[in-house]
């Protein structure tokens, strides 16, 4: 069976920088030990993704249309990954600013500016010079990626898209022809939910209601 755009595939992958052969995302645990990637908190094995929804980088996404399970290696120039450098994102600050924050600003730091996240590149008299530029931007990538399957279950195929999309985890959806109940552990939003619901019958047109209710406490 080939893949196609809204389908639900579960893949595993790890993400090569192609200059230097260096490895900087994966989802084995194993690998993330073995080159100093690993975080405590990630959940890692295999992730259920959603074709066409940019869960994962467009270039992927694309790539993956018309294959069927099995593993390929995906290359991805600069601007199917995380885009080619910006120039104007790279940009002269005054070394007082970054004082006024407690920061020492030295090549390679990473800081916060406004919110924005940059790498300071160059620190030259009164002056510092930060890349706000995404990190691997400019950077040709290899995904060495297994496709494990295509999801039919369309519980599985809500439970992957709130975690997915949303981060919403350890959630529990009930199914009835084609209404949903999906039970979370927090309150939301009504915009949220309505933003939820709205995505959710688009990727799963089976599903044509579905409504968010909080986990009952004392249940077990």
């Given at each position: 069976?080939?893949?196609?755009i809204?389908?639900?595939v579960?893949?595993?992958?790890?993400g090569?920088?192609k200059e230097g052969?260096?490895?900087?995302?994966?989802?084995?645990?194993?690998?993330?030990?073995?080159n100093?990637?690993?975080d405590?908190d990630?959940?890692?094995?295999?992730?259920v993704?959603?074709?066409g929804e940019?869960?994962?980088l467009?270039g992927?996404?694309?790539?993956?249309?018309g294959?069927?399970?099995?593993?390929?290696?995906?290359?991805?120039k600069?601007e199917?990954?995380?885009?080619?450098?910006?120039?104007?994102?790279?940009?002269?600050?005054?070394t007082s600013?970054?004082?006024?924050q407690?920061i020492?600003?030295?090549?390679g730091?990473?800081?916060?500016?406004d919110?924005?996240?940059g790498?300071?590149k160059?620190?030259?008299?009164?002056?510092?010079?930060?890349?706000?530029?995404?990190?691997?931007?400019g950077?040709?990538?290899?995904?060495n990626?297994?496709v494990?399957?295509?999801?039919?279950?369309?519980k599985?195929?809500?439970?992957?898209?709130?975690?997915?999309?949303?981060g919403?985890?350890?959630?529990?959806?009930?199914?009835?022809?084609?209404?949903?109940?999906?039970?979370?552990?927090?309150?939301l939003?009504?915009?949220l939910?309505?933003?939820?619901e709205?995505k959710?019958?688009?990727?799963?047109p089976?599903i044509?209601?579905i409504?968010?209710?909080?986990?009952?406490?004392?249940k077990?």
């Open positions: 069976m080939k893949i196609k809204k389908d639900f579960e893949i595993e992958y790890t090569v920088i052969n260096v490895i900087f995302d994966t989802t084995s645990e194993k690998v993330a030990k073995e100093n990637l690993f405590k990630a959940d890692y094995g295999p992730v993704i959603c074709i940019e869960q994962v467009k992927i996404d694309s790539a993956l249309v294959k069927e399970p099995g593993e390929y290696k995906i290359e991805l600069a199917q990954a995380f885009g080619n450098k910006d120039p104007k994102l790279i940009q002269l600050m005054p600013k970054f004082r006024q407690q020492q600003p030295v090549p730091l990473q800081v916060n500016i919110g924005i996240f790498i300071v160059t620190v030259s008299g009164g002056r510092t010079l930060v890349d706000f530029n995404h990190p691997l931007a950077k040709d990538l290899i995904y990626l297994k494990n399957g295509i999801l039919d279950d369309d599985k195929k809500i439970i992957a898209y709130l975690k997915m999309a949303f919403i985890k350890n959630c529990e959806v009930e199914l009835e022809g084609g209404n949903a109940r999906a039970e979370l552990k927090s309150e939003s009504e915009k939910k309505k933003e939820m709205k959710i019958m688009d990727a799963i089976s044509k209601k409504e968010f209710v909080i986990e009952r406490e004392g077990k």
